[in-house]
């Protein structure tokens, strides 16, 4: 049933490509008109084959287009040799009874060459299929050969899909818009056109119209148009650079969140924090291992797993570093930085003894790899969830922090240690946890950043520079700020890529966070007043 | 001037400056002078060696000064070694001449390769070594002033200071990995040939840079001594124990700091300048904040605020690293990594801290 | 020109200061007359260490005028130069250099050039030495003279800092809870000190020790949320309704 239907609506939209019914006996005389070797005449023949939508026509002249197409000068009757070498009759398609005797080949030169490219491109346009028909289409757009004007304009009047009909148009526009015989008006409105189709191509072609090869109406017009264009671009190129500096910004945000917590609200400063977003990512790689090996069909789900596990490797490591150094250098920040700065050594080396010191490969699930195309606004799916997972993350935290009793307990002792121990509240496990917490959450964004990042020992530390100038810029002890922070410094630094090139845009990024520190010491949301002095 | 240097001595010091003395001629000597054969020769490899661990601790002594007296905890020194490194790099690169693998007289072969033309103005004046010797000190001084300038006069102190210091190594570590910065991008500056005249390979050339290196360390040390012994070092004390007291007492604590930064800063270039010739190449490398970070733990493993800890811990630090990354490359940054944790937890006034306590004299950091 | 400004030390006029939306000062105005002492009473939250954070430029006011010696707008300074310019204070929780000894501490304190360049030379010359041993004498800690500041107790390290006070010779003495922490015979002592350093410099003392400020004898300013509630001599003061009700209690 189903075949039936789609064999009557290739027959129907046969019937309704092919432009005129050609009758055998005029088949015979155009077909006879590229029998010759005078080339004005074979070019026009061409042209009249392309425009006639004789069957076959298209085998023809991508035969001559071979040098496969010979003729009998005797009756001027087309042969096409095969790949075989076997001959065959254009007419009719049919072997010949014998082997043809006395054939010439149909010559080509370089004006016949021309025509013959323009035939066949006009030729593709009538295809059956749609696809085909818009890259016949896009090829004349990018040609803009004035011979398949008068194809075009066949197939736009019969043309039932709007899309490829669109194609067609913009195709016509192309053409027109720098042929100079064409009618003012026709080249005013092509301009139009193609401001509207508002592409790189478009542009290019809109700024090449000039006093020289246009009247002045038309380069007013096309001027007005490319600028319509350029605006446009620099929309999209704006909304790139910001979606980049979106998903830069998720990054770091996963990267600072943890630390947020621990330097940001318990002032400890942790230097094995990148260390913790190692962990993480390598539990990722451990559980894809498990995963690949056991039971493969799960792999989309190793993510997931991997989140839970990875906070609790991170989390319980962080538990025991506080425990077993930490704890000992409460108040006393500058030691705390040298003997973490140890600890992220000792990590480091332990990855590498242990998983060897290349790159690791972390696999992306089914659901993070793919691009959404939003017209010419590129998404792709890993940045769109790491962007949608730093942010629960953060949330999260947030809920944590402002609505479970330990969140309080923990706002407690932060704040007045020794008014929270009086209240019977045990400030030892609460530093304890408090630190886990914010370890197990730089383990979750180790999970996030194997999808984007090399897995390596050095994973850590390419982002703890990073991520405590986030902390520091966004405002200590204050987690909006780290959120604010991120998403600034992510943007910042895609914007000034573009402007100073990657590398001198992360200097200057640096240089400009170094001043701002300096004018306001305490970040962007500072707190003020006596309490911040002792 | 010499009074000045040599004020309040006392055994430690003494001991320090004679040591040193003693080092400077006897390894030239057990070096050039004493037979191949011997058993007391002491080979070519181990002068460069012993020489590189010298100006490492000329560094930790530059170190010591800001942070022991000071407080300042700069996690961004190994920037003025660098700095101080690529000066005398860019010297000795002019001085290959045209004996370079593309024998242009005036641009070292990674211009000619790189296809510029012309020298950088940058270059300038590089061949003459006073010229350099000036810009091995001005140029980490002249950094350290405008850095901490900024730093100090917005009281950026603390661990945000230390951040910012290593931030500020950072961001160098990324602009000389840039070729068109013109200092060799990745692959720094090296294949010296001669040091004001004499050959950098050979073994007198060594010899007398190691006894050079020797001289600065004391040199440098009898200046961080003489500071941190006068009015100067009383009111750096204070600073660190209690800045806005300080201030409330009327003294400007950033002019304070800037002053120690920038003598600091300025040492710690004449340590690469020192550095460089022995070891025969600079790369950016040099700036990576684990290098600065690195340094620290010397000063810690020494004993903070005591000048003398803080060149023996460079020196011992650097001892076991060379021992360690011989035999057993993997066990040095668990070595190293153990050294941070213990030392900061069990032995956080350093060894000679430990032995001062030890031996019932207080610490010179305490008081003078 | 206004003879309050023209006549005083110091000159607060509509001084308003606020962290967070709390205001600390509140419109304060406050004159000390040179040579005077004063001693500022009130609850705590009053804005007491707040006034003396703004007069030696630890905190700036958001508005107001704060004038030293007629004529000297402290507003745009900062600690050190304000220090220079002959103010000294006293913290309220004692704040000394623990890590040097007591002479050492006086000698930081002592009165002389401040610069970083000046200070590489002329360390304990003998005029230093005998003016510290002066005010060694006069704040009774000569036998602790070599010992580290760290090890006081905190009442010798009220001294010490009272001391330091003394060496550094300012034109204006703002002094924090100075008895805290100090026996009867101190506190007497201290009072018997502060007075008869008045008159010479002007002294401004903050102390919630009601027998204390009574000993003072001298004129008394009661504040209360940023703003003068009540000022005038101890009994015109105490007697105050208001005064009764914020602070002392009926």
Known sequence: MMRAILLILGLLSCSLLSPLPVRADDSAALLSRLATDNYGDIESGITALASSGLAGSEIILNALADGRLSYRPSDKALFIKDASGAWMEAATNATPASVPMGLKPVKVNNRVRRALEAALGSMTLMSPDPLKRIAAADAVFKSRDANTLAALDAVISKEADATVKRHFEDARAAVLMLKSDAPEADRVAAANTLGARGDQDSL?????????????????SASLAAKGIERRLALLSTAQNAWYGLSLGSVLLLAAIGLAITFGVMGIINMAHGEMVMLGAYTTFVVQEFIRAKAPSLFDWSLPIAIPLAFCVSGLVGLLIERLIIRHLYGRPLETLLATWGVSLVLQQAVRSIFGANNREVGAPSYMTGVWDLGGFQITYGRLWIIVFSLAVFLALLVVMKGTSLGLRMRAVIQNRRMAAAMGIRTPVIDALTFALGSGVAGIAGVALSQIDNVSPNLGQSYIIDSFLVVVFGGVGNLWGTLLGALSLGLANKFLEPLAGAVLGKIVLLAIIILFIQRRPRGLFALKGRAVES | MIAFLFRRFDKTATGFILALAL????????????????????????????????????????????????GILSLGHGAFFALGGYAMGMYLMR?????????????????????WKELPYTWYFFDHFAYAALMVVLVPSLLALVFGWFAFRSRVTGVYLSIITQSLTYALLLAFFRNDMGFGGNNGLTDFKDIVGASIQSPSTRAALFALTAVFLALGFLVARALVTSRFGQVLAAIRDAESRTRFLGYRVEHYKLLVFVVSAAMAGIAGALYVP???????????????????????VGGRGTLVGAAIGAVLVNFAKTWLTGTSPEFWLYGLGALFILVTLFLPKGIVGALAARFGQRGEGDAA | MNPDLTDSILYLDAVSVSFDGFRALNDLSLVVGRGELRAIIGPNGAGKTTMMDVVTGKTRPDNGTVVFDGSTDLTAMDEAAIAALGIGRKFQKPTVFDGQTVEDNLLLALEGPRSAVSSLFGWRSRVAVEQVLDVLAIVRLGDLRAKLAGSL??????????????AQNPKLLLVDEPVAGMTDAETEETARLLTSIAGDHAVVVVEHDMSFVRTLNCKVTCLHEGSVLAEGS??????????IDVYLGR
């Open chain 3, 153 to 166: 107790s905190h009442g010798q390290k009220q001294w010490l800092e009272i001391g330091m006070l003394l």
């Open chain 3, 234 to 243: 101890i009994d015109l003061v105490s007697a105050n309704d208001r005064v």
């Open chain 2, 23 to 70: 080092i400077a001629v006897l390894v030239p000597v057990f070096n050039l002078v004493v037979s191949e054969t011997s058993a007391f020769h002491i080979p070519n490899y181990l002068v460069a060696l012993w020489g590189k661990y010298l100006s490492y601790a000329l560094l930790a002594v530059a170190l010591d000064l800001v942070w022991g007296y000071c």
């Open chain 2, 278 to 300: 022995q070891v025969g190449i600079i790369n950016p490398s040099e700036f990576a904040p684990a290098n600065s970070i690195e340094a620290v733990i010397w000063v810690a």
């Open chain 1, 204 to 220: 290019a072609l809109l700024s090449s119209v000039t006093e020289a090869n246009a009247p002045a109406n038309v380069v007013a």
């Open chain 2, 95 to 115: 001085q290959i001449g045209a004996r370079g693998v593309y024998a242009n007289p005036i641009l070292p072969d990674f211009m000619v390769f790189l296809n």
